[in-house]
C-alpha cells in the first residue's frame, strides 16, 4: 500500500510542482487583475515542466541514489536547478555588442535570484507533495 501511495504522491508532485510559481502569481493576481494570474500559470507551465523533465527529475533520482530524502537537499538542488534554468532562458537572448553574440552571457542578478528561489519553491513543494522521506526504504 505505501508503494502505491508514493506512486500517486510522485505522479501528484510531479503534475503540481511546476505550477507552484504561477498558482502564487495567479493567487496574488486576485488582488487586482486575474489575467496576469493566468498568463503566470502558463508560463510557469512552459518553462518548469520541460525543466522538471530535462533537469528535475535527474535530480531526483541522484539524491534518491544518494539517500537524500531532507526538503534542505530539494530546495537546494531546487535553487541550482532554478539557476540553471536563467541561463538557459538568458543566453540565447543575450546582447548583440558590435554585431557578435557572446559566448556566455549572464542572466541579471535579480533574474536569477528570482528564478533560483522560483526553483526552490519548486521542489520544496514537490517534496512536500511526494515527501520521498516517507518512501520504503529510504534513509
Known amino acids: 500500500m505505501l508503494a502505491n501511495n508514493f506512486g500517486f504522491r510522485f505522479l ?55 539517500k537524500r530524502t531532507d526538503l534542505l537537499s530539494y530546495v537546494f538542488i531546487g535553487l541550482l536547478i532554478g539557476g540553471i534554468i536563467s541561463f538557459i532562458l538568458v543566453s540565447p537572448l543575450g ?26 519553491l519548486s521542489s520544496g513543494a514537490f517534496w512536500l507533495i511526494a515527501r520521498p522521506d516517507r518512501q520504503k526504504g529510504s534513509s
Open 95 to 120: 546582447a548583440h555588442v558590435g554585431g557578435t553574440v557572446p559566448i556566455v552571457s549572464f542572466p541579471p542578478v535579480p533574474f536569477l535570484t528570482l528564478a533560483a528561489f522560483f526553483g526552490a
Open 12 to 66: 501528484a508532485g510531479c503534475l503540481v510542482a511546476p505550477l507552484t510559481p504561477g498558482i502564487l502569481f495567479f493567487c496574488i493576481s486576485l488582488l487586482g487583475n486575474p489575467s496576469e494570474g493566468v498568463w503566470a500559470l502558463k508560463l510557469s507551465a512552459l518553462a518548469g515542466y520541460p525543466a522538471l523533465i530535462v533537469l528535475g527529475l535527474p535530480a531526483y533520482l541522484l539524491l534518491r541514489l544518494l
